[in-house]
Every structure is written in structure tokens, then in C-alpha cells.
């Protein structure tokens, strides 16, 4: 048993040490630790075991040894032999370096002093070659005009460094010539560049007021396809700050791909700033800068108010206006330019100092030329070139409300020249009319005429063809020139970044201003011409009553313009209703004047014989004549409303009635027989006749007899010769001849008086006569105690 565990021991070391003898050293630890866990004596056989594998390796190493040791003393022999060669080497290589170095040790030393020489001379060169490169490109640069040698000249400190030399001190002595020089050359430029941008202002100012059009064409167009439903992509273009648009866009329905890609030119390409740009640098460079700020704003302050003033005979075209805003726009986009081009050559508060100045002058000169402008065509242009003008500066950051606060006075200047040329084509109109009824012979000829104005008529339109409407030719055209007046209005209304509201009120103003002022003043002229006449004057009143009745279809008009509903709170109204009710009145009355006027021209030729015996027994011609005269008058009445013609009637009876009154009673008329007074009762008679015959209907009874009352109480006294009648009832309500006045019968009583004392001499000897004139003395007595009676 004991020789197995010992013959397994042997074992198990004899494979420690292979594993040991083959293994790397990191990993001896785990198998020796095996040793020491196995059996308590274990290590110690093994340290025994090893010793001797130590003695078994060291006999193996000195067999080796004792086999190579011949080649080993060989080697070491070789290596004195080159130790004794290399020493020889070592000795003769130090004896050549002492050689060489002996030899060349002059040479080198030379060189040296050459290189240094040399570096010292590149030093110096290179600070003097740049100073004279600069000094002749600067004497280039000025022979040849051209001024980036101002940089030559900030970098002068370069001569500093060279100073000892006596070409820096000449090229010193010159510096500040030249400074001067160039200073007087650039200041010589920038004269000549305020000289060239006073005519190149007009073509500035031509091409921002262009560019602000089409600008403003754009917006318009986009806003209308906008409202249509379509989308057109807006183009845009660089110009100068801010982008504009530079063409329309055309519907994509139509296949058409139209460019319209013009070149959009800013101030920069139209004007070359660079003696502005090199002006200021060089003052800025040279430190008088402040100077040249004074110098510029001093000049442009000059030139501003030479731009501002207008051409004498500007408002004489279009024109003028063009050219003088051209200039004003010209002249401040360059200075807007400057402004952002360059960094406080000018300043905000100087541009505004500056605008604010040239705004008042504008207003001023635009305020007294526009006065003298009566072509509202002109006055519209000029309103369109004010838009422009504000929309192109206010473009570039310049306020504008006060311009278009002066539009509103141009407006009404605007207003004044539509009026007045209304008032003459008015006044056209109505002396071109005929003053009658508009005949229609076909359907299509009443279209026309209904087109052109509001007319319906029920009754009218189911007569047949031909037929008459009631107004002249003058209605439709008095309606139509009005919505052309009232479309000329809208014209100046737009581009006035107004609301609707306000367009509303503007054209519903100035529609007013031609209805009350224009049209009525034509109207009220033509009412008292003398050539017109009754006829005319009728179909006038039928005319104003259609105007009227258009009114409200005048009212639709503006409505349908502007979107604007009649109902809104501060809505116009149109004051038309007033303006034909009064030339209506006013040519009622001219009817009622001229009835009079006539009348009185068939009174005047009335011929009676006052001291007649007896009466012809029938009627005066002059009033037979004035009868026939009324009554074919009042049938013309037909178409009026019936209280004008019942007015005009009765207005002639009465007129009649107090013309023949006046006739009796007429101081230069000293005597009237009996016989004149029954021939003058034979005319009243045929005028109550007239008067009973209704020539105008709607009268209620005897109403237009009563017209002739006092005259027919009158003669029947005279007549009957009812005095005691008279006298017994006179003062009482029931009275016979309650209107006959006591003065008025003393006064014709006498006439008769005189008539009776001229025929005394045959008289006296008939009693009835004698005892007539007896009464007539009685009468005249008591007629004159009522009248007596009366004044007291």
C-alpha cells in the first residue's frame, strides 16, 4: 500500500515539474499551491525531486559549454584584432578633421559676414521697397483720377520707420499736398454729381412712380382675381430695400405663359454714387469729415427747394404735374439711398427736416395750380398722379396723410369742374328738347327708351304701337348723364385707401351738390326763359315728376356701386325729391305768371266804347279770343296733376276777374254810359259761361264761378239799379250784393254821375230822367257816407 502511494507521489511530481518546465510563469502559482495540498511531506519530495532535475539540467548545460568553447575563444580573438583596427581608424579620421577644419575655418568665417550683411541689407529693403511701391502707386493713381491711394495715405507710418533715409523726408514734405489735392479732386466730383442728379432726378423720380404703378396694377388685379375665385402667384423682384411686383400673372385657364420679367432698376443703376461713396471716405480718412456732412446737406437743401418750384403754366397739362413730381420723387429716393447706403452722411430727422419742408411747399403749389384747373379730366389725372406720388414715397418710408388729406380739396375741386361741365351739357339737353312727348313706334324703340330710364306704366304699356310715353326726350338723358356723373365721381373715389362707407358718402355728396345745385339752377333758367312757354312749361312739370319718381332708382345706383346698404346709420340721402318738387313749384308758378301775362295781353286789346247808348248784343272779340286762348290752354293741362291745373285755372279767372274789375275802376276812365255797362255784363257773362263749362275738372260745384262774384254782384246792382235793395240790406250776411264794396260802387256810380250831367241839357226836359238823376245824387250821398263810415 505505502509503495503506491509513494510510486503515485513520483508521478504526480515528475508532472509538476513538466507542467512547470512548459508552462508560463504567471501560471506556476496554481500548480505549486497543488503541492502544498496534498499530503503533509509531499513538498519536501518534491524539493527533492527538483534538486535533482536542477543537477540533471545543470550536467546537460556543461556538456554544451564544453562542446562549443573552441568557437567561443575564436570569436574573442577575432575581436581584439578589430579593437586594434578601429583605434588606428579612430586616430587617422581626428587627424583629417583637424585638416579640414584648419582649412575652411577662414572661408566659413567670410561667408558668414556675408550672410549677415546680406539679411541686414533684405531687413532695410524690405521697410523701403513697400514705402516706395506705395508712393509711386499713389502718383499713379492720382495722374490716372483714381482714389483707392487714400489707403496709401492712412498707412504713413511706414515712413516712420524709414525716416533716416532723405527720400522718406521729401515723400513726407508731399503727403499733406497730396491730401489736399485729392481732398479737392473728390470735392471737384461730388459738385459734379449734385450737378448730374439734379437732371438725372427727373428719371429717378419716372421710374419709382412707374415701378409704384405697377406695383399698385398688381395689387388691383390680384384683389379682382381674388374676388373672382382664382389664385395667381404673385411675382416678386428685388428692389433696392424692398420687394416689388414686377408684372401680372395671367389666368392659367388660358394657356398663355406671358413673362413679363422687365428689368427693375433701383436709384443705384440709374445713378452713379461713387464719387458720394468716395467723398465721404476720403473726409472721413483725412478727419474733416463734419465738413463734408455740412457741404452735402447744404447743397441738397438748395437743390431741394430749386425742385420744389413749380413751372408757371404747370397746370396747363399733365404734363407739368408729371414732371414736377418726377423730380420731387427723384430727389428723395436718391437721398433715402444715400441714407442707407452710407452711414450718417444724412440722418433720418435731416430726410424728415427735409420732407416736411418740401410736404408743405407741395401742398401749397398744388393747392393754388389745381384752382386754376376747370377740366375735370386734367384734375382726375392730376388726383391719380398724387396717389402714385404718395404711394411711391410712402414706399420708402415717407408719411403721406397730408397729401391725401389734400385730396380731399382737390376733390371738391374735382367736384366743381364736374359740375360745371354738367351744367352745360344740361343746359344742351334742354335746348336741344322739343318739349314733347317721346313717340314709340315699335317695342323695340320703348326698350330703348325704358333702358335707358325707369319708366313703368301699366296702362301705357298695353296700348298699342305707335303710342306716346308722358316725358320728354330730355328724361332719359338728364338720367343717364346723372349715373355718368355719379361714375366720373367714383373715379376720383379710387386708389384713396378709403372704405366703402366713405366712397358711399363722397358720391351720394357730390350726386347732391349736381341735383340741388346743377340741375336745379338749369332747371330754375330754363323755367324763366322767355321763349318757353305754357306748353313747354307743362311738359316740364310732367318731366320733374318722372325725375322724382327716378330718385330712388338713383339711390340703387350708388347702392350697387359701393356694397353699401341704404339702411346704414350715417348713410346720404339724395336730396333729388326736393330738387324737382321746387322746380316743379317754380314752373307751376311761371305757368300761373305767363296765364297772366297772356291775359293781360288780350286785356290790353280790349276796345270798348264807355259812352255807347246801348250794347252790341253780343260778346267782345278781344274776349272771345282770350276764351278760345284758355280754354285750348287747359286742355294741354290734361297731363298735369289736377291741383296745378284746378291751381292755374282758377288763377286765370281770378286774374280775369280782377282785370275787368281794374278795367271799370280805372282813374283815367271819367265816364261809362249805361250801354258800355250792359255791353261789359255781355262779356262777363261769356267769362262765368267759360267758368261753368268746367275747362278743367275736379272743380266741386259753381266753385269757379265764384271767381267772377264780385264782378256779377256788381253789374246786377248797376243792372237792376237796385239801391234801396243795396242800402237797406248792406253790412248784412245775407246780403243780395254782400260782395260789392261802397267805394267801388261810388266810384263807378260817379262815372255814370258824369256821363248823366253831360246829357243835362237834353234831360231836363224828360222827368224820368230828371228824377234818375235825383236818385243818383241820393245814392252817391249814401254811398259815400258808408264809405265814410268804413275809414272811420
Known amino acids: ?471 320728354s326726350q330730355s328724361v332719359p338723358q338728364i338720367y343717364t348723364q346723372v349715373k355718368e356723373f355719379i361714375y366720373a365721381s367714383l373715379k376720383f373715389s379710387e386708389s384713396l385707401h378709403r372704405s366703402s362707407t366713405e366712397i358711399d358718402d363722397m358720391l351720394r355728396k357730390s350726386t347732391n351738390l349736381l341735383l340741388t345745385r346743377t340741375l336745379s339752377s338749369c332747371l330754375q333758367n330754363l323755367i324763366k326763359k322767355p321763349h318757353i312757354g305754357l306748353t313747354e312749361l307743362v311738359q316740364i312739370i310732367i318731366n320733374t315728376t318722372h325725375l322724382e319718381q327716378a330718385c330712388r332708382y338713383l339711390e340703387e345706383f350708388i347702392t350697387n356701386i359701393t356694397n353699401v346698404s341704404p339702411e346704414t346709420v350715417h348713410t346720404t340721402r339724395l336730396y333729388g325729391l326736393s330738387t324737382f318738387k321746387d322746380a316743379r313749384h317754380a314752373a307751376e308758378g311761371e305757368i300761373y305768371t305767363k296765364l297772366n301775362q297772356k291775359i293781360d295781353e288780350f286785356i290790353q286789346l280790349a276796345d270798348y266804347e264807355w259812352g255807347m247808348a246801348e250794347s252790341d248784343g253780343r260778346a267782345s272779340g278781344y274776349l272771345m279770343d282770350l276764351i278760345n286762348f284758355l280754354r285750348s290752354t287747359f286742355q294741354v293741362f290734361t297731363h298735369l296733376p289736377g291741383k296745378v291745373a284746378q291751381t292755374a285755372c282758377m288763377s286765370a279767372c281770378k286774374h280775369l276777374s280782377t282785370s275787368l274789375m281794374q278795367m271799370l275802376l280805372d282813374t283815367e276812365l271819367k265816364q261809362i254810359s249805361m250801354g258800355a255797362i250792359q255791353q261789359f255784363n255781355l262779356d262777363v257773362i261769356q267769362c262765368e259761361l267759360f267758368a261753368s263749362s268746367e275747362p278743367v275738372p275736379g272743380f266741386q260745384g259753381d266753385t269757379l264761378q265764384l271767381a267772377f262774384i264780385d264782378l256779377r254782384q256788381l253789374l246786377d246792382l248797376f243792372m237792376v239799379w237796385d239801391w234801396s235793395t243795396y242800402l237797406a240790406d248792406y253790412g248784412q250776411p245775407t246780403s243780395k250784393y254782400l260782395r260789392v264794396n261802397p267805394a267801388t260802387a261810388l266810384a263807378l256810380l260817379e262815372k255814370m254821375k258824369d256821363t248823366s250831367k253831360k246829357n243835362n241839357i237834353f234831360s231836363q226836359f224828360r222827368k224820368n230822367d230828371r228824377d234818375k238823376q235825383k236818385l243818383i245824387e241820393t245814392v252817391v250821398k249814401q254811398l259815400r257816407s258808408l264809405v265814410n263810415g268804413m275809414s272811420s
Not at 562542446?67 to 578601429?86: C, M, N, P, S, Y
Not at 513697400?130 to 495715405?153: A, D, N, T
Not at 476720403?282 to 418750384?309: C, H, M, P, S, W
Not at 313717340?439 to 325704358?450: A, N, R
Open 1 to 471: 500500500m505505502a509503495e503506491n502511494e509513494t510510486l503515485e507521489c513520483i508521478t504526480e511530481h515528475e508532472r509538476i515539474l513538466q507542467e512547470i518546465e512548459s508552462t508560463d510563469t504567471a501560471c506556476v502559482g496554481p500548480t505549486l499551491r497543488s503541492i502544498y495540498d496534498d499530503q503533509p511531506n509531499a513538498h519536501k519530495r518534491f524539493m527533492e525531486k527538483l534538486d535533482a532535475r536542477i543537477r540533471n539540467h545543470d550536467r546537460e548545460i556543461e556538456k554544451m559549454c564544453n562542446f562549443h568553447h573552441q568557437g567561443f575563444v575564436d570569436a574573442i580573438t577575432e575581436l581584439l584584432k578589430v579593437r586594434t583596427d578601429a583605434e588606428k581608424l579612430m586616430v587617422r579620421e581626428i587627424t583629417v578633421k583637424r585638416i579640414l577644419v584648419t582649412a575652411q575655418t577662414e572661408e566659413v568665417i567670410c561667408c558668414r559676414i556675408q550672410q549677415r550683411n546680406m539679411a541686414t541689407t533684405v531687413e532695410k529693403l524690405q521697410l523701403c521697397i513697400p514705402v516706395l511701391e506705395m508712393y509711386s502707386k499713389l502718383k499713379e493713381q492720382l495722374e490716372s483720377k483714381r482714389y483707392p491711394s487714400l489707403i496709401i495715405l492712412t498707412e504713413v507710418y511706414w515712413l516712420y520707420r524709414v525716416s533716416q533715409y532723405r527720400f522718406c523726408q521729401i515723400m513726407a514734405e508731399n503727403l499733406p499736398r497730396l491730401r489736399e489735392e485729392i481732398k479737392e479732386i473728390s470735392m471737384s466730383d461730388l459738385k459734379d454729381f449734385l450737378e448730374s442728379i439734379r437732371k438725372h432726378s427727373d428719371k429717378v423720380g419716372e421710374t419709382a412712380m412707374r415701378q409704384a404703378q405697377q406695383h399698385r396694377t398688381f395689387n388691383s388685379a390680384v384683389m379682382k382675381q381674388a374676388s373672382m375665385g382664382h389664385y395667381a402667384k404673385p411675382v416678386y423682384s428685388l428692389n433696392g430695400r424692398t420687394h416689388t411686383h414686377n408684372g401680372l400673372m395671367m389666368d392659367e385657364d388660358t394657356g398663355d405663359e406671358e413673362e413679363a420679367d422687365e428689368e427693375i432698376l433701383t436709384a443705384q443703376d440709374l445713378v452713379d454714387f461713387s464719387p458720394v461713396y468716395r467723398c465721404l471716405h476720403i473726409y472721413t480718412v483725412l478727419g474733416d469729415r463734419e465738413t463734408f456732412e455740412n457741404y452735402y446737406r447744404k447743397q441738397r437743401k438748395k437743390q431741394a427747394r430749386l425742385v420744389l418750384q413749380p413751372q408757371a403754366n404747370m397746370h396747363e397739362t399733365v404734363e407739368g404735374y408729371r414732371r414736377y413730381f418726377n423730380q420731387i420723387v427723384g430727389f428723395f429716393v436718391v437721398e433715402d439711398h444715400i441714407l442707407h447706403a452710407t452711414r450718417g452722411l444724412v440722418t433720418r430727422a435731416f430726410t424728415d427736416e427735409l420732407w416736411n419742408m418740401a410736404l408743405s411747399k407741395i401742398i401749397a403749389v398744388l393747392r393754388t395750380h389745381s384752382s386754376y384747373c376747370d377740366d375735370p379730366d386734367l384734375v382726375l389725372e392730376l388726383k391719380n398722379l398724387i396717389v402714385i406720388f404718395a404711394d411711391t414715397l410712402q414706399d420708402y418710408g415717407f408719411p403721406v396723410n397730408r397729401l391725401f388729406d389734400l385730396l380731399f380739396e382737390v376733390r371738391d375741386q374735382y367736384n366743381e369742374t364736374l359740375l360745371k361741365k354738367w351744367a352745360l351739357v344740361f343746359r344742351e339737353i334742354f335746348e336741344l328738347d322739343n318739349y314733347s312727348p317721346i313717340p314709340v313706334e315699335t317695342e323695340d324703340e320703348y326698350k330703348l327708351v325704358v333702358s335707358r330710364f325707369p319708366f313703368h306704366d301699366a296702362e301705357i304699356e298695353k296700348q298699342d304701337f305707335p303710342k306716346k310715353l308722358p316725358m
